[in-house]
């Protein structure tokens, strides 16, 4: 059975920094697509951040949104998916999820497993 804890949400003030952390079991992430997404409220759920298994080719991918201030990695040893955020901004509310899942064809992040997220609150 497939399951992905998230940790590490919390109230941050704008400018600060976070980090995701993201606890798998019955997958490994080293051979996994794993994947971050985020939801606020009124707002459609947004794709962060993805990064392929050790099949997969290509770099991580980030949204726009959060590019040039987000890393997403992993730790293969403790099985552990991390989203570090810097800058962060009062947009950047929201909660976060953890997925794991697979690349399509098309190069596409598709999730298959969430985790039920953490709340991060930027504000002053």
């Known amino acids: 059975q497939v399951r992905v804890v998230e940790s590490g949400g919390g109230l941050v003030q704008p400018g600060g920094t976070l980090r995701l952390s993201c606890a798998a079991s019955?997958?490994?992430?080293?051979?996994?697509?794993m994947g971050w997404y985020r939801q606020a409220p009124g707002k459609q759920r947004e794709l962060v951040a993805s990064?392929?298994?050790?099949?997969?080719?290509?770099?991580?991918n980030y949204a726009d949104s959060v590019k040039g201030r987000s890393i997403i990695s992993r730790d293969n040893a403790k099985n552990t998916v991390y989203l570090q955020m810097n800058s962060l901004k009062p947009e950047d509310t929201a909660v976060y999820y953890c997925?794991?899942?697979?690349?399509?064809?098309?190069?596409?992040?598709?999730?298959?497993?969430w985790g039920q997220g953490t709340q991060v609150t930027v504000s002053s």
């Open positions: 990064i392929t298994g050790i099949s997969g080719s290509g770099g991580p």
């Open positions: 019955g997958v490994s992430v080293s051979i996994s697509a």
């Open positions: 997925t794991a899942g697979r690349y399509t064809r098309r190069g596409l992040y598709e999730a298959d497993y």
